[in-house]
C-alpha cells in the first residue's frame, strides 16, 4: 500500500476556473504535508505546507487537511497557464517523507 | 545567493561504471537527502543525513553509496551493482533534522546508462 496516493490526471480545466487536486495518505500519525509544483524536466518546489486541520490560504492558494478522513487537497483559484504542471503531495510519517506519484494540471487558456 | 546545487546536469554512464553526482548547499541547512525519480512513481528516498558524518539509507539504498564529510555538501555514488540506474536524481536539504521540515531541492541530475 502506498503511503500517499493521488491520481496522476491529467486534469484539464480552463483558465480563470478552479483546480481541484487531492491526496490520501495511510499513516494516521503523519502530522506534516506538502504540496510542490514541478514543471517538465525541473525539480519540485514547495507550495505550501500545512500541519493543523482545516484551511490554509497562501495567495490563489489553498491547502486543505481532514485528518479523520486522511485526506489532503489543494486548490488553485483563478488558474492560469502557467500553473500546468505536476503537482507533487508529500506527507511524513514520522521517519521519513513519503511523496505521492504526482497529478498532472493542464490550464487551458 | 543561497541555494543548492546539482552537478552535473547531464550524465551519461556506460554499465558498469561508477558515477558520482554532487549536491551542494550553502543554506547552512543541517539534513540532506537524496531521491531519485522515475516517470509515474513519485520520489524514492535513496539516503539521508540528518548531520555531519551520519547517514541512514532511504527505500531504495541499495547500489548507491554516500558521505557526508562537510556540512555543505552530500555527494550520491551510483555504483555498477545499481541495475537500473538510468533516472532523474534529486538532491534536497531541510534546516532541521526533523520529517516536518521543509525540505527544498536542487535542480536534479538526470543520468542515463549507455
Known amino acids: 500500500q502506498k503511503e500517499v496516493e493521488q491520481n496522476s490526471g491529467p486534469l484539464s480545466v480552463p483558465e480563470g476556473a478552479i483546480a481541484s487536486l487531492n491526496c490520501t495518505y495511510s499513516d494516521r500519525g503523519s502530522q506534516s504535508f506538502f504540496w510542490y509544483r514541478q514543471y517538465s524536466g525541473k525539480s519540485p518546489e514547495l507550495i505550501m505546507f500545512i500541519y493543523s486541520n482545516g484551511d490554509k490560504e497562501d495567495g490563489r492558494f489553498t491547502a486543505q487537511l481532514n485528518k479523520a478522513s486522511q485526506y489532503v487537497s489543494l486548490l488553485i483559484r483563478d488558474s492560469q497557464p502557467s500553473d500546468s504542471a505536476t503537482y507533487l503531495c508529500a506527507g511524513d510519517t514520522g521517519n521519513q517523507f513519503y511523496f505521492g506519484t504526482g497529478t498532472s494540471l493542464t490550464v487551458i487558456p | 545567493d543561497g541555494g543548492i546545487t546539482q552537478s552535473p546536469k547531464y550524465l551519461f554512464r556506460k554499465e558498469g561504471q561508477n558515477v558520482t553526482l554532487s549536491c551542494e548547499q550553502n543554506?547552512?541547512?543541517?539534513?540532506m537527502y537524496w531521491y531519485r525519480q522515475d516517470p509515474g512513481q513519485g520520489l524514492r528516498l535513496i539516503y539521508y543525513s540528518q548531520i555531519v558524518n551520519d547517514f541512514q539509507k532511504g527505500d531504495i539504498a541499495e547500489g548507491y553509496s554516500v558521505s557526508r564529510e562537510k556540512k555543505e555538501s552530500f555527494p550520491l555514488t551510483v555504483t555498477s551493482a545499481q541495475k537500473n540506474p538510468t533516472a532523474f536524481y534529486l538532491c534536497?536539504?531541510?534546516?532541521?533534522?526533523?520529517?516536518?521540515?521543509?525540505?527544498?531541492f536542487g535542480p536534479g541530475t538526470r543520468l542515463t546508462v549507455l
Open positions: 543554506l547552512n541547512h543541517d539534513a
Open positions: 534536497a536539504s531541510s534546516i532541521g533534522s526533523g520529517w516536518t521540515d521543509t525540505q527544498y
